[in-house]
């Protein structure tokens, strides 16, 4: 039996260390770190998958079946039935016309371009005059919706203050919810969701930075010009986010029209959402008034593509 060699001189002999432990593939490195950045939304996801996306595609279930409230035993699946009759309904597409000018005059046109006003109004008014105005924009804004319409209603009615105020000027008046009552209703969505689009443009006008447009007032550009060529381009984002959000809820407007109108007189103020109401719970078609919902959610989903669209290419 031999003995191993005596080390060298300047040869240090060490004990072996503990072996390190292999490094998980570079895979299941990333999935694991996902998995840990995703577990506080969690809760959110879960939440969303039942409040929302269950609703959702239930809904869109029902859309396809013959459902009704009463008078059935059970409901039976009818693939797009619902859907062609409703192409088909001359009350439905009067409806969407309607849904479209109540959308363009109240949000698009209304609202947007009235609160960018107040926001670049309120940006050279004095303290007091922004106080004052903010407040009264506000509280239309906070008021409940069915208490808004009660409003609107007794301002436009035939003895209403409008009338009251007309024939005090000895100008002609008339019954506004008869003759126009789709322009009524489009302007009392106006009077009431105003104080959103100004809030957003005051937010967005004040992170423009003043040397800007100072520079531009010293080179000789009148107001037009510094708002055409300087304040909207700066806030076009924010002019974008602002229709979208504005649009989003206005097709969804309900209590407001039923309040004032009931969608009348006949059917000359019934958007869809009054449509869908009518067709599901007064005539108790489930699952017709559910193809329309979806077919509404179609629609928002559409503009909101839009929208987004064009914000990604602005620069």
Known sequence: MTSAPPAGPGVVKTAPGPTAPPHPPAGRRGVRRALTRALPLSPAVVLLLLFLAGPIAYCAYIAFTDLQLTGQAESSFIGFDNFRAAFKDDAFLNAVWLTLVFTVLSSLIGQNTLGLSLAVLMQRASKPVRTVTGGIVIAAWVLPEVVAGFLLYAFFRREGTLNAVLDWLHLPSQNWLFTLPILAVSFANVWRGTAFSMLVYSAALNEIPKEIT????????????????????????????????????????????????????????????????????????????????????????????????LLRTEV
């Open 214 to 309: 100072e520079a531009a007032e010293v080179d000789g550009a009148g107001g037009w010009r510094r708002m055409w060529h300087i304040t909207l381009p700066m806030i076009r984002r924010s002019i974008g986010t602002n229709l979208m959000l504005n649009t989003l809820q206005t097709l969804s407007v309900f209590g407001l029209i039923w309040v004032m109108t009931r969608g009348g007189p006949g059917n000359r103020s019934q958007t869809l959402p009054l449509f869908m109401y009518e067709q599901a719970f007064q005539k108790s078609m489930i699952g017709y008034g559910t193809a329309v919902a979806l077919l509404l959610l179609v629609v928002g989903s559409l503009f909101s593509l839009v929208y987004m669209r």
